[in-house]
C-alpha cells in the first residue's frame, strides 16, 4: 500500500520525512538504507538539527560512482560525511566501495550484497529521477536485480553534471543496490521535490508496474510512503 504526504514545500517535506525516521528508530529500527542527491538534504538537515542518537543505527546507501574515492567531493561517500554522518555519527555506515569497484565489479557488489542480507534493512528513503529511476536501476532494469555495477544513461549522466565542474568528469558507471535489494527493506520512504518529477511520480503511483519505470514496482511493497511538494504531485488524480 502506498500512502501519499503532500507538503507544500521540500522544508516541509524533509521535515515529514525526519518524523517518520525518528518514530522509526524510536520503535526500533536499527538499519536505515539512505540515498543522496538533491532531495534529501531537507531530510537530513532536520536529522542534524535533532537530538536523535544515531550510535546505535547502521546505514547502508544505495549507490556510489565507480572510481570515485572516498574523499573525492562528487563522492556519495564525500556527501553523506558532509550532510549526515559529521554530525550524526552512526554505528556503521555503509557506502559501496567505488575504488574496489573500478577493479574488481563483482567483488565488491557480492561484499555489500553480503553486507545488506547479513544487515536486513529496517527502513529504506529513496529519491527517484525523472524517468522513475530509484537508484541506478534505470528503466528496463529487471525487478530482480542486486547489487552490481550499472552503467549510467545519458540523460542521468547530464542530470548529474551539475555537480561536476565539467560533464565529461561524471563517472558513466555506479555500484547500485538492485530493484530486489531495495524491495526488501521492511518500509520505504520515498522523496520527490519539484515539478520535473511530477510525471515519474504519477507513473509510479497509477501507473502499470512495468520495468520501464522501475519506481512502479513499489505498488507492490506492503509500507510504502511517499512524501511530495504541491509541484511534484501536481499530476497525481
Ligand atoms: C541517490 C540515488 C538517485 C536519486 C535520483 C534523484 O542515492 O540513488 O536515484 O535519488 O537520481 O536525484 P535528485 O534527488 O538529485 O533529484
Partial sequence: MMKVIVRENDIQGGAAAFEIFE?????????????TGSTPVTLYQNWVKSDLNCDDLTSINLDEYVGLKPDDPQSYHYFMKEHLFNKKPFKHSYVPDGVEAAKDPQKAADDYNKIIKDNPIDIQLLGIGRNGHIAFNEPGSSFDTV????????????????????????????????????????????MAFGEKKAHAIKEMIEGPITEEVPASILQKHPDVTVIVDEAAAKELD
Avoid: H, Y
Avoid at 23 to 35: E, F, H, P, S
Avoid at 162 to 171: G, L, S
Fill in 147 to 190: 547489487t552490481r555495477e550499472v552503467k549510467l544513461t545519458e540523460n542521468t549522466i547530464k542530470a548529474n553534471s551539475r555537480f561536476f565542474n565539467n560533464i565529461d568528469d561524471v563517472p558513466t558507471s555506479a555500484i547500485c543496490m538492485g530493484i530486489a535489494n531495495i524491495m526488501s527493506a521492511k518500509k520505504i520512504v520515498l
Fill in 23 to 35: 518514530k522509526g528508530i524510536k520503535n526500533g529500527a536499527k538499519v536505515l538504507g539512505l540515498a
